[in-house]
C-alpha cells in the first residue's frame, strides 16, 4: 500500500512539535515564558495543571497519536480526527475571546489536517505493506 505524502507531512509535523514540547518541558522557566501557555491553548487553566504536565502529557499523546496515523491504522485515523476537531474548537474559541492571536493558526492547522485526513481515509487499515508515495 503506498502512504500519502500528506500523512507524512503531517505526521513529521507532529513529531518535531512533540519533540520541542518535550525539550520545552525540561527547560521550562515561568518567568521567561509566553503570556499564553500550553495549557491555556488546549483549554486548562494553569492554576489546576502545572505548565510541565501539560507539556509532557501533550507530547506523549501526539507522539502514540502519530504511530497510529503514520502506519496508517484505524485507530490513529479517528485519534487524529478527534485531536483536530477538539484543538480546531478549542483555537477557535479562543481566537475569538483573546487579543493575542496564536489561536487562528491553530484553527486553520486543525481545519487542514481534519480535511486532509479525511480525505486520506481510504489509505488507513488495508493491511498491506506501506509504501512511501510521492
Not at 521550562?28 to 492554576?47: K, W
Not at 506523549?60 to 484543538?87: D, Q, T
Request: proline fraction near 3%; include cysteine; charged fraction near 10%.
Amino acid at each position: 500500500m503506498i502512504r500519502p505524502i500528506g500523512v507524512n507531512l503531517i505526521s513529521c509535523f507532529y513529531i518535531f512539535g512533540s519533540i520541542i514540547l518535550l525539550l520545552s518541558a525540561l527547560f521550562y522557566d515561568p518567568t521567561t515564558a509566553d503570556e499564553i501557555s500550553i495549557a491555556t491553548r488546549i483549554g486548562l487553566s494553569n492554576a489546576y495543571v502545572p505548565e510541565q504536565l501539560v507539556r509532557v502529557l501533550v507530547a506523549l499523546f501526539s507522539l502514540v497519536l502519530i504511530y497510529g496515523y503514520i502506519r496508517l491504522k484505524k485507530w490513529g485515523f479517528w485519534l487524529m480526527i478527534g485531536y483536530s476537531l477538539i484543538f480546531g474548537l478549542i483555537s477557535f474559541t479562543l481566537a475569538i475571546s483573546h487579543k493575542q492571536q496564536p489561536f487562528i493558526g491553530n484553527t486553520i492547522w486543525s481545519i487542514i489536517v481534519l480535511l486532509y485526513t479525511r480525505y486520506a481515509y481510504k489509505y488507513f487499515d488495508q493491511n498491506k505493506a506501506i509504501e512511501t508515495h510521492i
